[in-house]
């Protein structure tokens, strides 16, 4: 049974040191967390196979093999927009050559975050970054009244605080984790000697920044020329292809809520609800609590603005 694909990195870990017979204190003193977090990501894995695994549903988890549960995820362009090495087509870290992406690794310290933890704090010097191993994270900008907005989505191969970094400023958004995280932390002093080092890597910073500006500007412009149903349609279908994680039978699974995909859109709560509704009742996607599972990726594709 091919089960290995629906879990993530840490529940692949989990459930092989419990395979080895290992105790809920065992492994949450292994893996340097508490025990409700593993208990909370066993739980999540069970819903994730009985949803896309219904026959799975009378199968504990503790029976499934060890091989089956740890063995390296399958990577390839036509499934999750994914390069050879499994990072994301298009992300900053599938963009370099392989020793400049070992250069940039090799300084990086791995950390992990759990849901809802924040990797970055608005304000704050910008003293390193984060690559992006595995997950999602929302970049989201308070202003002073305390409203905040959902500006951006970045999963596996993004950078995260960049920016600030560069400019040596402070950051303008804080970097919150959608689920668990994992990343590579890299100083502020080593991104700058490799940019120095590497007129390569020098080059592909500036791309991955003008691209930036150019969405910034594109998603500006949409605003004032489409309407509500057009532009939530786009946001769909561009979050789907850049950071959708591929389900059986063609289903696309974001890992964002209703709320947060209008505040991308730039779209009122009460009228994303709305179009999501009759996107539902059309067959074209169904949501959950934070996820949306796309089924019909070509009929968003004829209703966005493009």
């Given amino acids: 049974m091919q089960v290995e694909r629906y879990l993530s990195p840490r529940q692949r870990e989990i459930f092989a040191l419990r395979a080895k017979g290992h105790r809920t204190f065992d492994i949450a003193k292994m893996l340097g967390v508490t025990e409700s977090t593993i208990r909370l990501q066993e739980h999540r894995a069970r819903l994730k196979l009985s949803r896309y695994m219904p026959q799975s549903n009378s199968e504990s988890i503790e029976e499934l093999s ?5 063995q390296p995820r399958k990577r390839h362009l036509e499934e999750g927009g994914q390069d050879r090495q499994g990072w994301r087509q298009g992300s900053f870290i599938s963009q370099l050559s392989e020793m400049d992406r070992a250069a940039l690794l090799a300084t990086a310290k791995p950390v992990r975050f759990e849901d809802d933890e924040i990797l970055l704090l608005q304000g704050d010097a910008g003293d390193f970054l984060y690559v992006l191993t595995n997950g999602f994270v929302k970049d989201i900008v308070a202003v002073a009244s305390g409203a905040e907005t959902l500006i951006n989505i970045r999963s596996r191969g993004d950078l995260v605080g960049e920016l ?8 303008m958004a804080t970097a919150r984790a959608i689920g668990p995280v994992t990343a590579a932390r890299v100083t502020a002093a080593a991104f700058m000697a490799i940019i ?3 007129s390569a890597v020098e080059r592909m910073v500036g791309r991955y ?23 939530l349609a786009q946001s769909l279908y561009e979050l789907a292809k850049a950071h959708g994680e591929p389900g059986p039978d063609g289903v696309v699974q974001l890992p964002i809520g ?3 995909l209008g505040e991308l859109a730039g779209v009122a709560m009460s009228t994303a609800e709305r179009i999501l509704k009759d996107l539902r009742e059309r067959g074209v996607l169904s949501t959950g609590y934070r996820e949306i599972l796309i089924r019909d990726m070509a009929y968003l594709d004829r209703i966005r603005f493009a």
């Fill in 258 to 260: 209703q709320s947060e």
């Fill in 164 to 171: 600030a970094v560069l400019d040596g400023g402070r950051h």
């Fill in 66 to 70: 060890p091989a089956e549960l740890t």
């Fill in 209 to 231: 920044i003008v691209a930036q500006v150019r969405a910034s500007y594109k998603q500006h412009a949409a605003e004032r020329l489409w309407d509500a149903r057009e532009l």
């Fill in 196 to 198: 120095s080092e590497s």
